[in-house]
């Protein structure tokens, strides 16, 4: 039984898949809640399959990129479950799980871009072949530096309609597809570790100034 949730948008977004299909799946979009809303919602997961914690058979989980403190409660709740059951952890990169959905769904028919949220007035941002491969990115970058009339799935097409006229869904990752994504070999795995894009904002201090 694979285990599978995301953090790196600001939806919160959990799921069960038993090797066949998705069996529970829980997603809340709220931005400033991932530390208090993502244990409950995978116990709410686990009890609607009527499972514990030790059926489990492997994690998967959305390594961004995306804002640091709601990543950080994924991967460290990845890697924590994975130590503790003893099974695999394997990270997917948030913005391929979108572009798996977008073509599953229909949403696209030719090659496209994704671009999520990063604050501070940028975008996440990758492209994509019409069958969902990566061939560029993630790369974080200003709307405008990127701004194309095709089709741009997810949130930042939401956010930055005049750089993206042409959005479209799914807006944020569902945690079912980040699943099916792990069981098929959808897309590159990567180990549960942040796809950070930014420099920390703290910087170590420089050494002082030897005095004469």
């Not at 116990?43 to 499972?51: D, F, P, S």
């Not at 309609?161 to 098929?184: C, I, K, M, Q, T």
């Amino acid at each position: 039984m694979l285990l599978a949730f995301d953090t790196a948008t600001p939806a919160v977004t959990v799921a069960l898949y038993d090797g066949q299909q998705v069996v529970a799946e829980r997603t809340t979009v709220d931005a400033m809640r991932h530390g208090e809303l993502l244990a409950p919602a995978i116990t709410a997961v686990l009890e609607e399959a009527g499972l514990v914690r030790q059926d489990l058979t492997a994690i998967a989980v959305g390594v961004g990129p995306g804002p640091f403190t709601g990543l950080r409660v994924g991967l460290m709740t990845a890697r924590t479950l994975g130590a503790v059951l003893e099974i695999p952890v394997y990270g997917v990169c948030t913005l391929d799980v979108l572009a798996v959905e977008a073509v599953d769904t229909g949403t696209v028919d030719g090659p496209f871009q994704v671009a999520t949220d990063a604050r501070r007035k940028e975008v996440y941002v990758a492209s994509y072949d019409r069958d969902g491969i990566r061939l560029t990115g993630p790369d974080v970058v200003k709307p405008a530096a990127v701004a194309t009339d095709g089709p741009v799935v997810g949130r930042g097409a939401v956010l930055y309609a005049e750089s993206f006229p042409d959005g479209r869904g799914p807006e944020n990752p569902s945690a079912g597809v980040l699943a099916r994504v792990v069981a098929e070999e959808r897309a590159e795995l990567y180990d549960p570790e942040p796809m950070y894009l930014r420099r920390p904002d703290a910087a170590e201090p420089h050494k002082p100034k030897r005095v004469s």
